[in-house]
């Protein structure tokens, strides 16, 4: 009897894990996709010729049988021309990529750099990760905040910021800094960091994108208090010339290649 049991919970099992989930329609909506007038399947969108000749550059890169990983590139493609990543645009990549829309839809809700929402045209991304934390990161999100009078994940009444709060950037050793991505059709497309910053200097950043007319301020580290990476004081290292050893078998491809 137990064995007769054990046999069936096995067989029940089995088809448990075994059993497919229903494809999707061709209407059905990403996950937590709310209905949206200003964003569903019938909202126009197209890639501007420049895109489309992009687009075609990137797919290049791949076998046709494996064209389907050009669909995070693609993904980016659309965000740099919109400043976001509509329903639309998403239902495009699949039809070009011909992949099911849903392969599209699992890319985009799994990275949260894609943005489903509409943005404003300039997005600020102020890390909060340890680096900057140390530096006084929560400075530069307060002045932010008080500048632009909006909370993290709030855009401005004019459409031009929208405030994130960021995992690591990778500029540790400028902390603190805010990358600044500056997309939508109406400008250039741009993503910088601003480095080394204070909240006086990050409300001279977002003073200056305000009245960019589509430029941006001087990207990298604002202090004026050293150059690239170096540290603040001057360099504590490194400072003469290496003494070796080197790599002889390297200098000699090196002089062949240039005879």
Known sequence: PELG?????SDLSARALHASAPSASAGALPPRQR??????AETPFDFSPEKYAEAKRIMAKYPPQYKKSAVIPLLDLAQQQ??????AAMNKIAKILEIPRMDV???VTFYTMFNRQKMARHHIQVCTTTPCMLRDSASIMEACKKHLGIKVGESTADGLFHLSEVE???ACVNAPMVEVTTAGRDVPFSDVFYEDLTPETM???LDQLREGNGKIPPPGVQS??????EPEGGLTSLTEPPTGPFAPYLDKLDAEAKQ
């Open 224 to 229: 004026g208090r050293r150059v690239g990476c």
């Open 82 to 87: 919109e400043g976001w990543v509509p329903l």
């Open 35 to 40: 209905p949206d007038p200003t964003n569903n």
């Open 203 to 205: 409300v001279k950043v």
């Open 105 to 107: 839809y699992e890319v």
């Open 5 to 9: 049991t054990l046999g069936a919970f």
């Open 168 to 170: 690591c950037l990778g």
